[in-house]
């Protein structure tokens, strides 16, 4: 992870500008439970870059099983996930734009760690059959917040994001 002359971390896709205050005392949401869980003996991160690629990481991960669920497919949240958008009858923009809100609208019931979601829409000049994203959200990090982009791909029914 390299620092460039505006105060930005690149990792990746990952372009995060730190607001984090040493001085202040924070609570991190940091991993989720069931990472934690599995990774009981993990060192604490002192380093605020580190920290943030961690909580950046595991948002990813989070992302990714989100966006790849369905409504229904859990019986504690049946509104979780996103719907199926292999209708053929709307046109190549509606369903980007379709896609774009509902990324956006998942995004923002259900990871709390993210707030004030923008998804765009990436031309992707490759393949035709992949759809590109870019999420530019404000990741909540402790008391503090910075803002990340991560950038999505939707190859074959499957999202995944980019490093």
């Given at each position: 992870?390299?620092?460039?002359?505006?105060?930005l971390l690149r990792s990746?896709?990952?372009?995060?500008?730190?607001?984090?205050?040493?001085?202040?005392?924070?609570?991190?949401?940091?991993?989720?439970?069931?990472?934690?869980?599995?990774?009981?003996?993990?060192?604490?991160?002192?380093?605020?870059?580190?920290?943030?690629?961690?909580?950046?990481?595991?948002?990813?991960?989070?992302?990714?099983?989100?966006?790849?669920?369905?409504?229904?497919?859990?019986?504690?949240?049946?509104?979780?996930?996103?719907?199926?958008?292999?209708?053929?009858?709307?046109?190549?923009?509606?369903?980007?734009?379709?896609?774009?809100?509902?990324?956006?609208?998942?995004?923002?019931?259900?990871?709390?760690r993210v707030k004030r979601v923008?998804?765009?829409?990436?031309?992707?000049?490759?393949?035709?059959?992949?759809?590109?994203?870019?999420?530019?959200?404000?990741?909540?990090?402790?008391?503090?917040?910075?803002?990340?982009?991560?950038?999505?791909?939707?190859?074959?029914?499957?999202?995944?994001?980019?490093?």
């Amino acid at each position: 992870m390299a620092a460039d002359s505006g105060g930005l971390l690149r990792s990746g896709s990952l372009r995060s500008k730190s607001l984090i205050n040493e001085s202040q005392g924070r609570e991190s949401l940091g991993s989720r439970l069931f990472e934690r869980l599995a990774a009981p003996h993990q060192p604490v991160l002192r380093d605020e870059g580190d920290e943030l690629m961690a909580v950046v990481a595991s948002v990813k991960r989070h992302l990714v099983d989100l966006l790849n669920s369905h409504p229904g497919n859990s019986a504690c949240a049946p509104e979780l996930g996103l719907l199926d958008f292999n209708d053929a009858t709307i046109g190549v923009l509606d369903l980007e734009l379709n896609i774009q809100q509902a990324i956006r609208q998942c995004i923002e019931r259900f990871e709390p760690r993210v707030k004030r979601v923008d998804v765009e829409s990436l031309p992707n000049h490759g393949d035709p059959l992949q759809l590109r994203f870019q999420v530019h959200a404000t990741v909540a990090l402790g008391r503090d917040n910075t803002h990340a982009t991560i950038d999505l791909l939707l190859n074959n029914k499957r999202y995944q994001c980019l490093n």
